[in-house]
């Protein structure tokens, strides 16, 4: 099956595609969320250093391991480790994957609701948002229909292969993304709450930064390059022998940093220039934001539209380059492990976690009451995932390059066999055995038990 395998045609192709991975709700939705509720400025420059600290090193580990398999993540594992309980990891990779894809397409509908909804100037009149959103997300079919939809466009893409199917897709919206974020910030320039929104997130205080501040910046680091998901590793996988390892990280964590800045640019002068806390919550996006565009843009409506529109569109775009790169790892698993056709294997992740997307839905409304642990349905994938397996998949991740793959097979990946001088080397494999593993491991235990 190895012969079979697609690989990414072109070096931009993969950095548009692993960028795609990481892109998504988790720069636009969760990082402007996480630095209004910690403080602003300081959040954001610990947030820097987390990324590239313990994010970059992680990242890096997973291309070697995947580049060097050419494999789906739970055989990487298998053949760098044969007999060993190391496997666990791969299987964690893919196992999350599917189970937040399950959930996340969810969300990615609402998403989709959202743009429609803009689109149409249905969120440009004086309503309540908050029981706008409630009555959609509690609805027992319409968010339903929009997740089948939103999973329809993500089963296309990856049936397409990853040279004519990702790779195409991504060098198409990838680009799209970044034009909408740019008209966006260009338009945040004449909000009355300009000046006060930069000032919130460039001017740091220091005085606030506790340790809960630093492990969120840390964790949000995290979340947001979408490390221990087996998407960066399955990716990898179809990479060259000529890229550049570290480099196409570099620039993956470049593109991912700037779209949450710029996320950030985006929302927090539109908060500021109504009068609403910037730290709002989760809430912010579905049910702060829509009020607040109108109210910004009210002695010209049709640029509150326009910015209304592209904005939610931006987050469906987003939404939708992660959940391509969340199917892939669990495709490529049951194609090449099971010996099914890609088709057939897109097929079985698909319905598998359509099925499991109406539960988590229908946990909003008729199920609400349905609780395992005192959880919903939707609450429990989201703990699972994010408190759980992610941060104990990361931690397992860079043990394995830093301490049980051999040292020279992890050197000449980064090296491509010699042939590029990377000379902070040994630096790298410090972040790797000690650095990454002690902070995320650190996230793991304060989120579980604090």
């Known amino acids: 099956m190895e012969q079979e395998r697609g690989n990414f045609g072109s070096k931009i192709g993969a950095v548009l595609a692993a960028a795609g991975s990481a892109v998504g709700l988790g720069n636009i939705w969760r990082f402007p969320t996480e630095v209004g509720n910690n403080g602003g400025a300081a959040f954001f420059i610990i947030y820097l250093v987390c990324v590239l600290f313990v994010g970059l090193p992680v990242m890096v580990s997973e291309f070697v391991i995947g580049r060097h398999t050419h494999a789906n993540t739970i055989t990487a594992f298998r053949r760098l480790a044969p007999g060993t309980w190391w496997r666990v990891t791969g299987v964690e990779g893919v196992f999350v994957a599917f189970l937040i894809l399950s959930y996340y397409i969810i969300v990615g509908g609402w998403t989709l609701h959202y743009s429609i909804a803009s689109l149409a100037n249905r969120l440009s009149v004086n309503q309540d948002f908050g029981e706008y959103f409630s009555r959609f997300s509690s609805s027992a079919w319409e968010p339903v229909v929009y997740a089948v939809v939103f999973m329809g466009i993500v089963h296309l893409t990856i049936v397409g292969g990853v040279k004519d199917g990702i790779e195409r897709f991504s060098k198409v919206m990838m680009p799209i993304l970044l034009l909408i974020i740019g008209i966006l910030v260009i338009c945040s320039f004449s909000m009355s709450g300009f000046t006060q929104g930069m000032v919130f997130l460039l001017k740091p205080d220091f005085s606030s930064v506790t340790p809960g501040v630093a492990l969120s910046a840390i964790g949000q680091a995290f979340y947001s390059l979408s490390l221990a998901m087996g998407c960066l590793c399955t990716y990898a996988s179809y990479f060259d022998g000529k890229t550049n390892l570290m480099k196409t990280a570099l620039s993956v964590v470049t593109i991912d940093t700037i779209v949450a800045v710029l996320a950030a640019f985006i929302v927090f002068p539109a908060v500021f220039s109504v009068g609403v806390e910037p730290d709002a919550g989760p809430g912010l996006v579905f049910i702060t934001l829509p009020n607040v565009f109108n109210i910004a843009f009210h002695s010209v409506p049709v640029v509150g539209y326009v910015f209304s529109g592209l904005f939610y569109v931006l987050l469906f775009l987003a939404a939708l380059t992660s959940a ?127």
């Open 324 to 450: 391509i790169s969340l199917h892939e790892p669990v495709t490529a698993y049951l194609h090449e492990e099971w010996h099914i056709s890609r088709r057939t294997a897109a097929w079985l992740v698909t319905v598998s976690c359509s099925l499991l997307g109406v539960a988590c839905s229908l946990s909003f409304g008729p199920w609400r009451n349905v609780t395992i642990g005192g959880m919903t349905i939707f609450d429990l994938f989201d703990f699972l995932s994010a408190k759980i397996i992610i941060p104990l998949g990361g931690v397992l991740i860079a043990l394995f390059v830093g301490w049980r793959l051999d040292r020279q097979l992890v050197e000449n990946e980064i090296t491509n066999q010699g042939k590029l001088r990377i000379p902070f080397i040994r630096f790298f494999m410090f972040l790797v055995r000690w650095v990454a593993p002690l902070a995320i491991a650190v996230i793991f235990v304060n989120e579980l038990f604090f």
